[in-house]
């Protein structure tokens, strides 16, 4: 198990290469958010080439090299797929598309967006066979592949227990998974008892259908203090942090808030000492 962090935060912290962010941080996994136009942050950008595109073979290979020659693991790649979208062949290649790239690279998951066009407007079992629908294709497409398809838990209908459980239950695919947010379920407005009522229930486990899962500090205090420990997500786990704190100060004073994960306990490393009275206050950066 180990900690990866989303592109766009560390980015937000003043650095104008992704390398460079990372290599201060002491981080050698990243998940990176693809864009509509297959687009994402090259690792080592230059004026010519701050962006690289999966459907362009010969950029996959620039970043396949990127990835090798710096010693970083890209842990993801990271959608806001729409799947009832107009155009729902785009939508689809798209999707398919960056599979077939992660699985060219050795890249394990790729992270699917929940929520959907006109979604406030459809019933919950249209809404179930809609998103089944989309994933289904995209796993009968690339069926040769063992890249994980993971839905994160983001937005009121990602964080809609009824939802999840019917589109794993349509579909029933080993390769679809979740990026589980632990805290955008308690976001979402439930109580702290119905959170930990999803994440431990018997009869459908949230848990062990993790394939990509977000902690924060106060997260694994809150679940280990009601019984759910780290092993309780299952060997396929990849922990992402999904918030970073940083002082908005010169890059010199961040303290810097590093996960360590490891069998038990969790460890958290700060180094640099907080100053409140010399720099400004921390901000928390989250993801979109």
């Given at each position: ?114 929520i ?41 209908q ?16 080993k ?20 959170v ?7 009869a ?69 000492p ?7 206050p ?7």
């Amino acid at each position: 198990m180990f900690v990866s962090i989303r592109d766009p935060i560390v980015m937000q912290t003043g650095f104008d290469s992704l390398h460079e962010a990372l290599s201060f941080y002491d981080l050698q996994h990243v998940e990176m958010q693809v864009d509509k136009d297959y687009g994402l942050r090259s690792i080592n950008p230059t004026v010519e080439h701050a962006k690289l595109f999966l459907n362009r073979p010969e950029d996959v290979a620039t970043l396949e090299r990127q990835t090798k020659g710096s010693g970083l693991h890209i842990t993801a790649f990271l959608l806001h797929n729409d799947f009832n979208a107009p155009d729902q062949d785009k939508e689809l290649a798209l999707v398919t598309d960056v599979v077939k790239a992660a699985a060219h690279l050795g890249v394990p998951a790729v992270r699917l967006d929940s929520i959907m066009s006109g979604q406030k407007d459809l019933p919950l079992d249209r809404r179930i066979e809609l998103f089944s629908k989309g994933a289904r294709i995209v796993l009968d497409r690339t069926d040769k592949e063992k890249v994980a398809l993971a839905i994160e838990n983001h937005g009121a209908q990602g964080n809609d227990p009824a939802f999840l459980d019917g589109v794993f239950d349509k579909v029933r695919s080993k390769r679809l998974g979740m990026t589980l947010d632990v805290g955008n379920f308690y976001w979402s407005g439930k109580p702290l008892s119905e959170v930990y009522r999803i994440l431990s229930r018997p009869a459908t486990p949230i848990l062990p259908r993790a394939s990509l899962t977000f902690v924060e500090k106060h997260t694994w205090r809150s679940l280990e203090r009601y019984g759910i420990r780290f092993q309780d997500f299952g060997s396929r786990l990849v922990f992402l942090s999904r918030r970073f704190q940083f002082i908005n100060a010169h890059r010199s004073k961040y303290q810097k808030l590093v996960f360590h994960i490891g069998k038990e306990p969790v460890v958290v490393r700060e180094e640099a000492p907080f100053v409140q009275s010399k720099v400004a206050p921390a901000q928390t950066f989250r993801s979109s």
